[in-house]
């Protein structure tokens, strides 16, 4: 199953390289494509073997190839990779390959795959993909990653002799690792942990800080693509690889770490970030402006407010961001922690910067935690309430940087759903609203569920995203019985 939609065109130019663009006008939620993966893997750093066929937790070891991890449900794995190693051509190699090297699991699987003619023609379209390996090269980070875990091994292993038709060379294997780098998504396994699903043409789409399109993954790792707003003829096909609540100059940042680009996108190249002022400052000289960055220019921020101008040179910003960053990290979790800096870091931060939004979701959710433990004697309406309106100010946002069918906003609605719902339902329970005040509250939290629902319609039934569906559905039906008792005049 690799399917596009017939409104699409695969074209190619010298920017973007091979791509999609519309060639008829395209429906929000209209599939574009859909896809199964070339391969599933653990990441290059994953140290707990997986099992070969389910990809959960292994505890023993394949008995015909005495190569690839089990587990105790799964009886055989892939035929051609336990052939390879029982009988085949890597019948010489060390049988202790994974169990040392596990990291090279990956790469092993696409080189098995490229041995296999049926398999071939998947592979070639992500092997003919450019990758400029002086790019990576002597970089710290990644290559060195790449070399220790997975090249290294694989070279001393032997496995380049016995697939000579590829003509494996250490540079060869960084370039492959480097394309399934960077043609992956993270998935879910069963049991939790994360893997790197690779996938030849949904994952290469190129990028865009407002993605016109959303990726959804089932459970079986299929993934569809599909329009998050309408499509003209013409236009490219854009998904995001970086996290929309960051600010630009940390989501630049990401991006030419994980994949060697700059973006240029509307959001990048606006200081307000589409209005949001995610990377805005309060102005040190008025009392009521706020700095943006002078983003083609001197990189320093300054007073939006013209009669001010007061400049912020970007090295002091720079300096408090990471200041705060760390803070956050040392935070770890404590409530008091995440409090201060909210109160130290307001004076000097847009209410919208994406710092206090981090510090914002982490009190929310220590809120919610703490509130499911003592659910059953006394939720405090005090910090019930501040939870709602912590919530409620990730809205706006939420709704802002990503235009159109919107996962993000649809989990945000329903973080805030569940917080106004137990407030509601606890302020009527205690006598702090009548009837008529609670069927007002209840009909504003019916339409933030059937807003969300109707995001989240073109999810697949069996992922993530649809159990949360099932999640909110229930509580509209809750609330639309309460609504029935209470809501009549
Ligand atoms: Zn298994
Ligand atoms: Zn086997
Ligand atoms: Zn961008
Ligand atoms: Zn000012």
Not at 225 to 243: D, K, M
Not at 393 to 420: H, Q, T
Not at 426 to 443: H, I, M
């Amino acid at each position: 199953m690799q399917e596009y939609s017939e409104k699409l065109e695969d074209i190619y130019d010298e920017k973007l390289g091979r791509h999609l663009v519309a060639s008829l006008s395209i429906e929000p939620g209209e599939t574009l494509l859909e896809e199964q993966p070339l391969l599933v893997a653990p990441h290059w750093e994953c140290d707990r073997l997986k099992c070969a066929q389910c990809l959960q937790e292994s505890y023993v070891i394949c008995r015909r190839c005495q190569v690839y991890p089990l587990c105790m449900d799964c009886s055989a794995h892939d035929a051609f990779e336990c052939e390879f190693f029982a009988s085949g051509a890597g019948s010489g190699i060390g049988k202790d390959l994974l169990i040392k090297n596990y990291g090279i699991c990956a790469l092993l699987k696409l080189l098995l795959l490229l041995e296999q003619p049926d398999q071939r023609a998947q592979c070639q379209i992500l092997l003919e993909r450019p990758v400029k390996l002086e790019d990576y090269r002597n970089e710290d980070g990644v290559w060195q990653e790449h070399e220790e875990q997975v090249v290294r091994p694989i070279m001393e292993s032997g496995l380049a002799q016995v697939l000579p038709d590829q003509q494996l060379t250490s540079d060869a294997l960084h370039a492959h690792c480097i394309r399934i780098d960077t043609s992956a998504y993270e998935v879910t396994a069963r049991d939790g942990d994360t893997l790197k699903g690779v996938y030849v043409r949904g994952a290469n789409l190129p990028h865009s800080c407002v993605p016109n399109t959303v990726v959804a993954l089932d459970e079986q790792f299929n993934l569809k693509l599909y329009a998050a707003v309408p499509l003209e003829s013409g236009q490219i096909i854009f998904t995001s690889y970086a996290n929309p609540l960051m600010g630009t100059s940390q989501r630049q940042h990401q991006l030419r770490m994980t994949r060697h680009m700059e973006c240029a996108c509307v959001r990048c190249l606006d200081p307000t970030e589409l209005g949001t002022h995610m990377s805005s400052m309060k102005c040190r000289d008025c009392s009521d402006g706020y700095a943006v960055c002078d983003l083609g220019g001197t990189g320093n921020w300054r007073c939006l407010d013209v009669s001010c101008g007061a400049v912020i040179p970007a090295a002091d910003v720079h300096e408090l961001l990471a200041e705060v960053g760390g803070a956050l990290v040392d935070a770890k979790g404590e409530l008091s922690a995440y409090e201060s800096l909210l109160a130290q870091n307001k004076q000097l931060l847009h209410p919208n910067h994406f710092l206090l939004l981090d510090i914002k979701q982490n009190i929310a959710s220590i809120l919610r935690a703490a509130a499911l433990m003592n659910s059953l004697n006394d939720p405090c309406k005090k910090l019930l309430a501040r939870r709602v309106e912590l919530c409620g100010d990730l809205l706006p946002i939420c709704r802002a940087v990503i235009p159109g069918i919107s996962k993000l906003y649809a989990i945000a609605l329903f973080e805030y759903l569940l917080s106004f719902v137990e407030l509601t339902e606890l302020q009527f329970s205690e006598g702090d609203v009548d009837k008529k005040g609670y069927a007002a509250q209840l009909k504003r939290a019916q339409s933030v569920a059937k807003e969300a629902l109707d995001l989240l319609q073109f999810e697949p039934e069996n992922s993530a995203e649809g159990f949360l569906t099932e999640r909110i559905a229930m509580e509209l039906e809750r609330i639309e019985s309460d609504l029935m008792k209470y809501g009549k005049h």
